[in-house]
């Protein structure tokens, strides 16, 4: 046996020992452990492989290791083992892309014999932390999560810290929070993907570009920071008052009526669009083509995630394809290994191919 399998295999037999020890009542809740010391002589251990046991019994919930004290058995060692429930916390359930992602998710954890629970924020903040709160109180097993509003600090990361102390492991997909250095996490590459939409663009022919992002999460921002960049990086100036930035609950206003004169405005002039999605995207080919300005004869537009809507848009969209069914199988596969070893999992950019179309086609 290599060296570092030997090393895993003393450390993970420490655990498990200790878990057992828990299990059976030789360890009370509150109980002060004996020291690294201690334990070293009595396995014969390092107190390098001994506290890395305690580092994963820490992480877990099961234990408290008190600055100047020592090391004693949590109050939530005594919680029942790991079962079989696991949430699935998305923003949205019905339209877009949410539902294959679900699915992805919702059939391999199926598939694996565990219980789903669903819970949708629609991106409310305050929908979160009721449903965060409500899966604690119930000890869920695991939980698989959309952030709410990602881009913007958010009240609900404690309950999240929370669930990581309980031992309870959380895969974030399509987005997650910067304030958890350790999160476990599934997204797309928005920037690399920004950056090429841009030479896309330009290497059709057009010279000034606009856009319309959203400014509430996180893909909004990174598509918009790898647009800025492909501008600066092929000599062009960033014309801000080409770029329209909305939130979730601006959506439905972009284009209605009383809107389009201004939107309309803000991009007059470019020959060049990005959106910040397919549904963007199809709005501001309506939006041009009601003001007599032809996709893609005078203005090239590109979206994100190649949706239904790139198809039935009279003009098909030029998209980068979102991994909706790979994101969700990984995002539950990570889960279950999660589950089934107590060991971290690492996070993940998944890449976003370019699928071009009609309104980037000259």
Not at 33 to 50: A, C, I, K, P
Not at 89 to 103: A, E, L, Q
Not at 201 to 209: F, I, T
């Amino acid at each position: 046996m290599a060296d570092a399998e030997r090393k895993t295999a003393k450390y993970r037999f420490l655990v498990e020992t200790i878990k057992e020890k828990i299990k059976s009542g030789a360890y009370m809740a509150g109980e002060r452990m004996e020291s690294e010391n201690r334990l070293s002589e009595q396995f014969g251990y390092s107190r390098q492989t001994v506290r890395q046991a305690l580092s994963v019994l820490e992480r877990e919930g099961l234990i408290e290791r008190r600055r100047g004290s020592g090391t004693y058995i949590s109050a939530e060692s005594r919680r029942p083992q790991r079962g079989n429930n696991v949430a699935i916390v998305t923003t949205y359930i019905s339209d877009y892309i949410f539902p294959t992602i679900i699915r992805g998710i919702e059939e391999t954890l199926t598939n694996a014999g565990y219980s789903l629970t669903l819970g949708v924020t629609n991106n409310h903040v305050e929908d979160e932390g009721r449903i965060l709160q409500s899966l604690i109180s119930r000890r869920i097993d695991g939980v698989i999560v959309e952030g709410t509003k990602t881009a913007f600090p958010n009240p609900n990361v404690e309950l999240y810290r929370k669930l990581e102390k309980m031992g309870v492991p959380v895969v974030f997909f399509n987005s997650y929070y910067r304030d958890l250095p350790n999160a476990v996490y599934i997204v797309t590459d928005d920037r690399r993907a920004g950056r090429q939409a841009v030479n896309l663009l330009l290497s059709k022919g057009c010279r000034k570009l606009g856009g319309v992002f959203k400014s509430d999460d996180m893909q909004g921002h990174g598509r918009y920071a790898g647009f800025s960049e492909g501008l600066v990086k092929n000599g062009c100036a960033i014309g801000d008052d080409n770029v329209v930035w909305y939130t979730t609950a601006e959506r439905s206003r972009l284009f209605r009526p009383d809107n389009r004169d201004y939107m309309f405005e803000r991009l007059r002039g470019c020959d060049g669009i990005v959106c910040y999605n397919d549904q963007i995207a199809y709005g501001v080919i309506d939006l041009l083509t009601s003001r007599g300005v032809r996709v893609p004869e005078e203005v090239l537009v590109v979206g994100f995630d190649d949706s239904s809507v790139s198809e039935y848009s009279p003009v098909k969209i030029t998209s980068f394809a979102h991994p909706k069914d790979e994101m969700g199988r990984i995002a539950a596969n990570k889960l279950i290994n999660m589950l089934r070893s107590g060991d971290a999992e690492y996070p993940l950019i998944l890449d976003m191919p370019l699928h071009e179309k009609q309104s980037t086609q000259r």
